[in-house]
């Protein structure tokens, strides 16, 4: 029983830490083009799932196929996101590219709201919806898609950051942009290859993460600050410090929500954000990579 309790909630938290651990991989890529937070990102998300959900449930079309035009979406939406909203601000200070981005997500939210809705809505499961029997325990399939799609994907950012010319001029464009500039590397279009970085992560969660948090609703919002939530407490500078901080916060939801209280799943996360800001602020999991 306990042993099959264990799996349960485990695997539970890993797969919603996992969808928080890439919103918050969002937070970190943008962090490290600009210096600044970029507020929209949960609201990119959303946005992805309602773009899935158009895809795959309104024109029916099949699984792999709404997976590639959502992702080719999320691109073009976070190409157009930087050079539209972001590039002319940019020189403005790290305050200015906040609040635009902030200004993006009432636009994204109230505009998911008035095309597609404002109630939650549902999207199928990639394996369909029964559950899967893992010593006892009954599993969302949908889990095992988001954690695997979370593992390809911090693998493949890492082989982009420190094995590709794009990657390594990201990285030397964010630590010293003046002297990536003497070199010929340009931090706007390094700013503009983060922004659609961040938002094909934004696309990822959204499609993956559909069938477990639904789709419209105040996901966005919710996820913004999850995702920030744990990018803060793994450590805003690090890669695998946010996926880490991501994964710990799904997994602190779901042990106090069974053993505690269902409505103390949301505080838990902002508990362990001020917790990690008085006592940690470079966050729980950094290493300066």
Request: net charge positive; proline share 3%; aromatic share 10%.
């Amino acid at each position: 029983m306990f042993l099959t309790l264990l799996v349960q909630l485990t695997i539970g938290g890993m797969s919603i830490g996992c969808i928080y651990a890439l919103v918050a991989l969002g937070f970190h890529i943008i962090y490290k083009g600009t210096g600044a937070i970029n507020f929209a990102q949960g609201e990119q998300v959303m946005l992805s799932g309602f773009i899935a959900l158009t895809f795959g449930v309104i024109l029916a079309l099949p699984l792999p196929l709404v997976f590639l035009l959502t992702l080719i979406s999320g691109i073009v939406c976070g190409w157009i996101y930087e050079r539209v909203a972001i590039r002319k601000i940019l020189n403005a200070g790290h305050l200015s590219v906040i609040l635009v981005s902030v200004a993006v997500a009432i636009i994204l939210e109230n505009g998911g709201a008035l095309i597609w809705g404002k109630e939650e809505q549902p999207f199928p499961g990639f394996s369909g919806e029964t559950a899967l029997k893992i010593l006892g325990a009954g599993i969302n399939p949908q889990s095992f898609w988001v954690i695997g799609l979370t593992l390809i994907v911090v693998v493949a950012l890492h082989l982009f950051f420190t094995r590709t010319n794009l990657g390594t001029s990201i990285q030397a464009a964010a630590s010293n942009p003046t002297a990536a500039r003497l070199v010929g590397i340009s931090p706007e279009k390094v700013v503009n290859r983060c922004f659609i970085i961040a938002s094909a992560l934004a696309a990822c969660a959204g499609i993956t993460g559909a069938p477990i948090t639904l789709v419209g609703g105040p996901l966005g919002t919710l996820l913004a600050l999850k995702g920030f939530a744990a990018a803060v407490v793994g450590g805003l500078k690090s890669s695998l410090g946010v996926v880490l901080g991501g994964l710990l916060l799904g997994l602190l939801e779901f042990y106090v929500a069974f053993y505690i209280s269902q409505g103390y799943r949301d505080a838990i996360s902002f508990s362990v954000l001020i917790f990690a800001l008085l006592f940690r602020p470079q966050g729980l999991f950094a290493r300066g990579d």
